[in-house]
């Protein structure tokens, strides 16, 4: 049975960092794409990062880019979202996902096959 669990979520300051973890059991890690979800209050989820199987390919939406760093340590099957920066339109829950594809590169309109439960970002301003 897959698990995806999600942690490091709380309650920060604007312009303070947090850094979100993933871990995945049941599954081949390496065998995943992974990506960052996330949804805020009366809005709809929207990815805003992916990352492939190897590590070598990653994506940023454009608002979190050149703030956020995606990475994943497949010997621990572990997913990481370093936030910096953090801005109060950040607020919301965040989720991990898996996406069984092995290639050279990733994306977030695809359907992830696995999620977690989510963990809850709060930036105050």
């Known amino acids: 049975q897959v698990h995806v669990v999600e942690s490091g979520g709380g309650l920060v300051q604007a312009g303070g960092s947090l850094r979100l973890s993933c871990t995945a059991s049941g599954l081949t890690f390496d065998d995943y794409a992974m990506g960052w979800f996330r949804q805020a209050p009366g809005k709809e989820r929207e990815g805003i990062s992916c990352?492939?199987?190897?590590?070598?390919?990653?994506y940023y939406v454009d608002s979190v880019k050149g703030r956020f760093t995606i990475s994943r340590d497949n010997a621990k099957n572990t997913l990481y979202l370093q936030m910096n920066s953090l801005k109060p339109e950040d607020t919301a829950m965040y989720y991990c996902?898996?996406?069984?594809?092995?290639?050279?590169?990733?994306?977030?309109?695809?359907?992830?096959?696995?999620w977690g439960q989510g963990t809850q970002v709060t930036v105050s301003s």
């Open positions: 990352i492939s199987w190897s590590g070598d390919s990653t």
């Open positions: 996902a898996a996406d069984m594809a092995k290639y050279d590169y990733c994306s977030i309109l695809v359907d992830f096959r696995y």
